[in-house]
């Protein structure tokens, strides 16, 4: 009983790490495909693009910031022509007061993107080290095993020419 549950148990992380690498190779061509196309080529290699390469956990926040920071300043800009076509209207002090109003609370709303956007990316990269570590112990060949392969492969062949 104790083999079979041995067994099962064995063959289950087998299909699991399969469907993982499946899943991998899937992710990987559609990042290979959005790297080949001509505009995030361009904007890769600016200054920009470089540094933010370099730096994964920057690029993540300033994304998930500019992703979640769209709604209010678009929301403001309305806001902002609204209360221009009143001022043609006559209103010039009371725009005055609702611009620095509606200014005061965009950057309040902006601050508290920015840090939701920081603790965000912060707990996803803390979650991807831990995982990624967790993989790496228990799973190595989960990583390496392509160069192992070709290395044993490689050495295959050597020793049968000898």
Do not use: C
């Not at 990987?28 to 995030?40: I, M």
């Not at 910031?65 to 076509?85: D, I, R, W």
């Not at 611009?99 to 603790?119: D, E, H, M, N």
């Amino acid at each position: 009983m104790a083999e079979e549950m041995q067994l099962s148990s064995s063959s289950g992380g087998g299909e699991s790490l399969t469907e993982f690498q499946q899943l991998w190779g899937s992710m990987s061509t559609q990042f290979n495909r959005l790297y080949e196309d001509p505009r995030v080529t361009r904007l890769m290699n600016t200054r920009v693009g470089l540094y933010l390469s370099s730096h994964p956990v920057l690029a993540l926040t300033a994304v998930l910031f500019s992703a979640l920071a769209v709604l209010p300043v678009g929301l403001f800009l309305s806001f902002a022509v609204v209360t221009s076509l009143m001022s043609a209207a006559g209103f010039v002090f009371f725009e005055v007061f609702l611009l620095f109003i509606g200014g005061v609370t965009l950057l309040s709303v902006l601050a508290g993107i920015a840090l939701f956007s920081v603790v965000a990316s912060f707990i996803t990269n803390v979650l991807y080290f831990i995982v990624s570590n967790i993989l790496n112990n228990y799973y190595p060949k989960l990583i390496m095993g392509n160069v192992q392969e070709e290395q044993s492969q490689g050495e295959t062949s050597g020793q049968k020419q000898k």
